[in-house]
């Protein structure tokens, strides 16, 4: 069974289309989508809309939370605390209660999947180095555990206490005997690994494999939906930049 495995959407439906499309030629049987489905983009009822016509596999993150009421929004910067201002004003009733209802996880396959660090997913901690990557690999007892929230790529391969770092950015490896893993599946919608392409993550099973793909998107027409929606040009802006 192939799972395709998306994360930090944050409202740009460009993005996320063009991963839909990238998903299908593929050929993936499931999705699972591990939160910020909204936040920083201009579309996020169209993004809320087409990850829930994919599948009802769609963990929280800490921008869901925070449009639905649940973050404080002194944890986040000026520009993030605008968009999600924005975004609450653009989303209905019904939309913000989904985001609310998210849960932190799921578990299926041999594999873990959560927004951010999984020991205390609701703290909001990130999986960002080979120490994080350890720790949370030691918090979670399934082989694959995939994580998002950082908005950079890469995998980590265990055995015991040895850690090598298997993928960066994009690439496919095979799981060997013995090893677990830690993967962060980058951003579709918002990269920040100076890679400006959409990010996602292939798990297959039966294979044992995992691809992170990138593939490329209408980076000028999500540009001008922010600016056009009046929101702060930086989140425009950064999207060229994959920073």
């Known amino acids: 069974m192939r799972t395709a495995v998306l994360s930090d959407i944050h409202a740009n439906l ?19 989508c591990l939160g910020d489905v909204v936040g920083y983009g201009a579309d996020p009822a169209a993004c809320l809309r087409t990850v829930r016509s ?20 002194e944890y986040f910067n000026g520009y993030a605390r605008e968009a999600v201002l924005w975004t609450r004003e653009h989303l209905d009733v019904e939309d913000c209660q989904f985001l609310a209802e998210l849960p932190f996880t799921c578990e299926r396959d041999q594999a873990f999947y959560v927004h ?3 020991a205390d997913p ?3 901690g990130y999986v960002d180095s080979s120490a994080d990557a350890a720790a949370a690999m030691a918090a979670v007892d399934s082989r694959f555990c ?10 980590f391969g265990a055995y015991g206490t040895r850690l090598e770092l298997v993928a960066e950015g994009a690439g496919r490896f095979e799981s060997r005997e013995g090893y677990r893993y830690l993967v962060n ?4 919608g ?18 044992g494999s995992i691809e992170l793909v990138r593939t490329d998107y209408d980076i000028s027409r999500a540009q001008e939906k922010i600016l056009r929606a009046g929101l702060p040009p930086f989140l425009a802006a950064r999207l060229q930049s994959g920073h």
């Open 185 to 188: 599946v980058g951003s579709v």
């Open 116 to 118: 951010a660090e999984p």
């Open 190 to 207: 918002q990269p920040r690994d100076q890679d400006a392409r959409s990010c996602f993550a292939i798990y297959d099973d039966e294979a």
């Open 122 to 124: 609701g703290a909001w």
């Open 14 to 32: 460009e993005a996320l289309e063009a991963v839909r499309g990238a998903a299908e030629e593929r050929v993936v049987h499931r999705w699972v």
């Open 54 to 73: 994919l599948t009802d596999q769609v963990l929280q993150g800490n921008h869901d939370a925070a449009v639905a009421g649940l973050q404080d929004l």
């Open 146 to 155: 995939f994580v998002g929230h950082s908005h950079r790529a890469f995998a």
